[in-house]
């Protein structure tokens, strides 16, 4: 017998087309969710104002569950990231990112969490720990959800900004990922606001293509760190399959009757895609899909090639894109000590259980 769906997973679509199969009114559909994401409630039996048959009807066709968490490792920057384990054991790493305190010193109130979408990754792009041991699986509407509850319980606060770009393309799990924008935007469910949310693809034209038809202004940034198909085709094994020439136009559609720029994510990886040429095309491709450029210096990856520039060449790179009028900023990665770059933490972990480690250390 499959274990029967999680509450937490559904949209309130769904649950109404459950409750009136039932016999049901919409009215109860507002209830059950106030329960599970006002009152935050983790069992049928502590929804007081529904009637034992109607608790008992959800305790039959549904159930809560939270996923384990199996590491949580803080930085001295006060990036936490945390690795959960998922019913079948899949490791899943997502990171909490407060914001930096404000200028006048009182701390904004604001939490990102970073969300991965898929246990692993199958786009193998050459410079992420990621794709390094391949795609195992698709992670389920519930189990995206369960990064957010779990953040929230580490960190004791509500998370306001979603950024889906920890494993996995999320793209290529759209219909999953749907679901979960739905219950995270609605204002019964997590409610947190479409423009506080942001998608990032490395380039998946088909999945770009359905959240182009997407009503909602969920904002949009696009690994591309590499401004030609020669550097792409290098690090980026996806270009090999939607090349420059379709994913441009693309994101042309998606843009299309949007007020929204596209970020251009960019990781300056040494001698690969860090010179003045290099970032003349990246203006060019920013100037016609009017967007905005983030920076990203490399973060070594053990077992990985690829090294960062120099702090000049970096300056350099974004100067000339800052001259060409193109808004750009230049993050680098937090958390470099517990290995926050995306992967790197449930690689490790996955290491030590293959080579029979302790285990956890949370
Ligand atoms: S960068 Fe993103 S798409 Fe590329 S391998 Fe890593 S997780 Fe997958």
Redesign the pocket.
Known sequence: MPPLPLITAQTEEKLLAFLTEHGHTKFRVQQVMDWVWRKRVTSFDAMTNLSPGLRTLLAENFRFHSPEIVEIHGSADTTRKFLTRMEDGSLVESVIIPAAAAEDGEQSDRITLCVSSQVG?????KF?A??LLGLKRNLTTGEIIGQILSAETIAGKRVNNLVFMG???PLSNFDNLEDALEIITSHRGLEIGARHITI?T?GFVPGLKKLAAYPRQIRLAV?LHGATDEVRDQI?P?NKKWPLSQLIPALEEWGRDRNQMPTLEYILIKDVNDSLKDASQLVRIAKKLHAKVNLIPYNTVEGLPWERPSEGRCRAFRDAVHKARIPVTMRYEKGHDINAA??QLRLRKEKENNEGSPGCRA
């Open positions: 990754c199958a786009f193998g792009c992420c990621s794709g494993m996995g393309e990032s490395s690994s980026m996806v995306c992967g």
